[in-house]
Each structure stands twice: as structure tokens, then as C-alpha cells.
């Protein structure tokens, strides 16, 4: 086959292979979903029968303890009841069926239903979902059986024949009623003597009763059985009326399939049909004798429900294999017949790509030498254009960065603010990407210094223009046009808390889905020595006294600006104030000097940063700064760092 494969044409090849391609998927596949799908149902099968046995041994109780059989057999019987008449077929073991026939005189008749027969092992099913009173094979039986019960009442001659005749087939009563109406018992009765609408009307009687017969067989699909045996093993319910009272006789050959503490499940033949019986015993507890055992129960499962729903899920895969096979085949030699060019259009592309149109395809042949070199030629104009796109990306990149990087340093104050009895240093760092790190500072009163360490979500100009809006809106929001120079303390609506709800307002609206910015702003007092301030969902700040050499971490509650336009982020908003003294060392930061990395992929994390501001702060400010500073870059062995490393520190003298 391979030999007579390689001598074949590629539109060939790619058919023959595609179709086997997807023969191979498909039984795959197939297979694993038959699998999985007959243990998920086997799981919900064990679960049906498991609750239902549980259920029913819950019920049953009571009416073991009181000897009620009625109750009992009511249960079971509306146990067995549910869903039976949902287009289910009558199902009759062969007693059963010879019976029916028997009842009613169908031994020759019988043919007329032969359409709604089926076989199943020695058991026989009929599918009465399309039979109905006026069904053309239900007429025909009837009024053959309104003969036969005619010809019968001709030959019976007195009241103990027709009390015998009742018995046997009640249903005949009301015919023979009716019929003696229109003529005496002792003169023969033909057919033709009786009126069409009385005629007719028999008929449908006898109709009915035939249906209600059939439909007496018709069980649930799902529940085979369910029976109620006594501590001794008598059976006090089953669906055999006539065994209620003899001693139950386990069925023969049941395979274990699980013995649980609670359940136990077997297969077994219930009426000439598999069923998983699931048993369990049926217990009392008393405080004065303890758990007692007074009987058990067994439901059947109907293992052919579950066989039914395989072979609807095998039929379906088969299907989608057929459908996935011819169309496959189709698509398969449509593809390989449009992929056919000739080598002057390869030419043509080769000449059009010389030109620079580094866009243009290059169309593949059939020819196998052909195609090579077309696929060949293609793939270098994919990886020129790729690389004509990097270029040009990357210069774009290198001056976005770079504009960025102009915004961010103009938006930084040129000086921190000099007081006399209070030093103010900073520290930040570039990283290789632009970030979106922000501090700045301005006079919100005579005594009150207004501090901002932000730290914006995005990158590069995207970052370095959100950074300038929160630059310009927190400053218009704590200084106020109307107010001498401009200046709005604390004390008028100044507050932290405030400023930062306002500009939470006005930046919400306007951010970029995705972005935010984390932020700190406080005043300082430079005559009380308090400091006031807020976090939306920054860093914590960390002050270190000099005296007590106590380092504590406040972060007051509040979330990042622009995630919520104002109810949820004005609610959660909470401010903190710090009391500050002489020596006292007070740092706020952004994330990027946490969050340095080593080679390692290691962070310097919050633990090295307390540690270094518990070592160096003894120093001033600049040099407390510059020694943390070191720090990070000692950590990091120069590994390049892909956000800004910002921080803010105060001491009291």
C-alpha cells in the first residue's frame, strides 16, 4: 500500500491520508468518549440506586414494625410507578405473555400487533406509544373479539357457566350484559342482529380493555423491581402479589459488583432481564436495646436503560464519523486541487518580492520540488517582514520610552522642601521601563506641607500621561483658587481624606479601563510635628523612633484611585495620624523597592527594608537614603529592575 501511496499524485496522497487521519481521530476518540460515558453513567446509576434504596428503607419502618403489607406494597408500587407511561413499551416474561394472550382470545389475532413486537432475550416487549382505541389493529382485534365473545355466550347455557366464564375473563361481562339486553340467553345471537352504534360502541369498550391489559405490563424503564423483606427473610412487598409472605429466594448466578457497609450492589436476572440490585438493611435504634435489624430492601436497576443510553452514544459517534469522513474526504481534495499553480505565477511572486513588496504571498505548487522551494521562498519573506516590523516596532518603542521618560522627569521636583528643624529626602531610580512612580510636594498653608508618593498601574507614555493627570488633579484638589496664595489647610476642607476623594472622583471617570494609581498623600505640620495622611491602596509608611528603637507600619484603609467612581472608594477611605518627635524617622515608598529582584528572581521584600532602616537610621536623611540605596543595589548585583524604585523619607532633628 505505502509503495502504491508514493507513486500517487499529492492531491491524491493528501485525500488518501486525510481520510485515514481522520478514521484513526474518530475511533480513537470514540472509543474514549463510549468508555467515559458508560462509567458516568454507571456513577449515576450507583447514585440513582444508592438514594433510592436509602429512601426506601427510611420509608419502610414503620409499616415493618406495625406488619402493615398495604403500606408497603403502596410504596413500591409507587416507587415502581414513576415515569412508567413515558412512551415505554409493555414488557411480559413469557408466562406473563401467554397469559395476556390467553385473556383475551389473542393466540390468533396476535399478527395484527406483529409491527409493535419485539424480542428481548426470552422476554417480549410491546411498543404501545403508537396504539390507540381507534388504532386500525386495535379495531380489527375487537371486533374479531366481539365475535368470539358472541360465539362463546351462544354456547353457554346456564348462570354457573356464565359466573365461571366471568371469572376467568371479567371483561367479558359487559359485553355479555349488554348483549342479553337486545336478545333472550336461549336464542342464538348473531352478529349482524346488533345495531352499528351499539356494535361500535362494544367494540371501543373491548378496545380499552385490550389497552388497559397492555398497559397494566408497562413498567418503569429505570426501576425493575422493588422489594421489602422482613428480619426473618419473608417478603412483606414485591411486584408479584402471589410471593408477599413466602421466604425470599436470593436469584442464582448474582455477580458482586460492591459490598459497602450500607449498600451492597449485585447483578442479577429479574424476570428474564439484568438488573443491579442494590440492598441494604433496614435498622432501628432504641437508647434501651441499641440498633436493632428488623428487614431489608432490594431495588433493581434496569442495566438495560444503561446499555440503551451506550448505544445511542456509539450510534451518534458512528454518524459523526461517517459525516466527519465524507466531508473530510471533500475538503481534503477541494484543498489539495486549489493549491495547484502553476510555476509561472511562482515566478510572478518571486519578481513582485524582489521589488520590496514584502507583503505580497507566494502561492504554493503541487509539484512537490516546486512547492519546497515556493514554501521556502515564503517563509524568508515572512521572516523579512517579521523583521522589518521589529525594527520599526523597536525604534517606535525606544522613543516612546524615551518621551516617557522626559515626562516623568519634569513632573518630579526639581528640590525638596529645606526646613530647619526637619529633614526632607528623596530617592528614586529609573528602571529600564518607564514606570509610573510620582512624588511631589507643595504648601497647603503656612504651616502645612502637602506630600504625594503615587505609583501609577501602567508603563511607558500610557503611565507617564496618567502620572501627569494625577500630578495636576490632586494638586488642584488641595489648593483652592478663592484661598489667599491659593492654599487650602487641613482645617478647610483640605484634608487628606478629602483631596483624595475629589480626585478620586475626577480621575474615575476619565482613567483607562485596566489602570489605576496607588497613592499616599499626607501634611505635614512643620510646628505640631503632625503628619496627617491617606493611602489608596499603597504601601505601607514606617516610622522609627529614635527612643524606644520601635519601628511601626501604618497603612490606613482605602483602595487604588480609578477602581471605583465613588461610593465604595469614599466608604472605605481612612485617614491616620502620626505624631511625630525629635530623631523620628518616617519613609513612604512605592512597591518598586520591595519588589527589586536579583538574578535569582529573589525580591528584597519588606523584611530587608525594615532591617535597613532599623541599621541606618541614626544617619540623616540623605545619607539614610543614599545607604538604602546601596542596599537594593547590593541585593539586585546590578540584575536590570523593570519598575521605578521611589521613596520619600522625613526626620525630625
Known sequence: MFRWLRNRTLKTKLT??????????????????LDQQRKALL???????????????????????????????????SLEARDKLEGNPARFTPEEYHAFLTQFFLEDKIALLKPFITKQGVNTRLHIAELSVES????????????????????????????????????????????????????????????????????????????????????????????????????????????????????QHADVIEQGEEVSIYRVQFKGESHFDFYTSVQVRDKNIGTAYIGSVHVGLREENLLQDVSTARQKIIYIAIIAIVLGSAG?????????????????????????????????????????????????????????????????????????????????????????????????????????????????SEDELGIVVADVSGKGVPGSLVMTMAKAVIRAKAMKSDMPNHKLPAGQEGDPTSVIRKTNEM?????????????????????TLQFQFVSAGHNDTLVYNSQTKELREYNPKGIALGLDKGTI?????????????????????????????????????????????????????????????????????????????????????
Open 16 to 33: 488518501f491520508l486525510t481520510v485515514l487521519l481522520i478514521v484513526v481521530v474518530m475511533t480513537f476518540v470514540g472509543s474514549i468518549v
Open 43 to 77: 456513577l449515576q446509576m450507583e447514585s440513582t440506586g444508592r438514594f433510592l434504596v436509602k429512601n426506601l428503607a427510611k420509608n419502610v419502618v414503620g409499616p415493618l414494625l406495625e406488619g402493615d403489607n398495604l403500606s408497603l406494597n403502596n410504596l413500591i408500587a
Open 136 to 251: 386500525e389493529p386495535i379495531r380489527k382485534i375487537a371486533a374479531r373479539l366481539l365475535q368470539d365473545v358472541i360465539s362463546i355466550s351462544n354456547d353457554l347455557t346456564s348462570q354457573e357457566q356464565y359466573d365461571v366464564f366471568f371469572t376467568q375473563y371479567p371483561w367479558t361481562k359487559f359485553v355479555i350484559e349488554s348483549l342479553s339486553a337486545l336478545n333472550d340467553l336461549e336464542v342464538t345471537l348473531k352478529i349482524e342482529n346488533i345495531p352499528d352504534d351499539q356494535r361500535h360502541e362494544l367494540e371501543t369498550y373491548i378496545a380499552k380493555q385490550l389497552l388497559n391489559g397492555m398497559l397494566s405490563h408497562v413498567t418503569n424503564p429505570v426501576i425493575g423491581y422493588a422489594i421489602v423483606l422482613d428480619k426473618e427473610d419473608v417478603i412483606q412487598a414485591h411486584p408479584d402479589i402471589g410471593l408477599l409472605g413466602k421466604p425470599y429466594v436470593p436469584p
Open 332 to 444: 481534503s481534495y477541494l484543498l489539495a486541487s486549489l493549491i495547484v499553480n502553476p510555476i509561472k505565477s511562482l515566478v510572478r511572486d518571486a519578481e513582485i518580492l524582489g521589488r520590496g513588496d514584502l507583503d505580497h504571498p507566494i502561492s504554493v505548487s503541487t509539484l512537490d520540488e516546486v512547492g519546497t522551494l515556493a514554501k521556502t521562498l515564503d517563509t524568508t519573506r515572512g521572516k523579512l517582514r517579521d523583521a522589518q516590523k521589529r525594527l520599526v516596532a523597536s525604534e517606535r518603542l525606544a522613543r516612546e520610552l524615551e518621551i516617557a521618560k522626559e515626562i516623568q522627569m519634569a513632573l518630579l521636583p526639581k528640590e525638596t522642601p529645606s526646613l530647619g528643624h526637619i529633614e526632607i529626602g528623596t530617592l528614586y531610580r529609573a528602571a529600564a521601563q518607564v514606570g509610573g512612580d510620582l512624588y511631589d510636594f507643595f504648601w497647603v
Open 507 to 527: 480621575i474615575a471617570h476619565d482613567i483607562k479601563k485596566g489602570m489605576f494609581i496607588t497613592a499616599n498623600y499626607g501634611i505635614l505640620n512643620i510646628r
Open 569 to 653: 472608594f469614599d466608604t472605605m477611605l481612612k485617614s491616620e495620624n502620626i505624631s511625630l518627635s525629635s530623631g523620628d524617622l518616617l519613609i513612604q515608598y512605592t512597591d518598586g523597592i520591595t519588589e527589586a529582584m536579583n538574578e535569582h528572581r529573589d525580591e528584597f521584600g519588606d523584611d530587608r527594608l525594615k532591617e535597613s532602616l532599623r541599621q541606618h537610621a541614626h544617619k540623616n536623611v540623605e545619607d539614610f537614603l543614599a545607604a538604602l540605596d546601596q542596599d537594593i543595589r547590593t541585593f539586585t548585583e546590578g540584575f536590570t529592575q523593570n519598575d521605578d524604585i521611589t521613596a520619600v523619607a522625613i526626620k525630625v532633628k
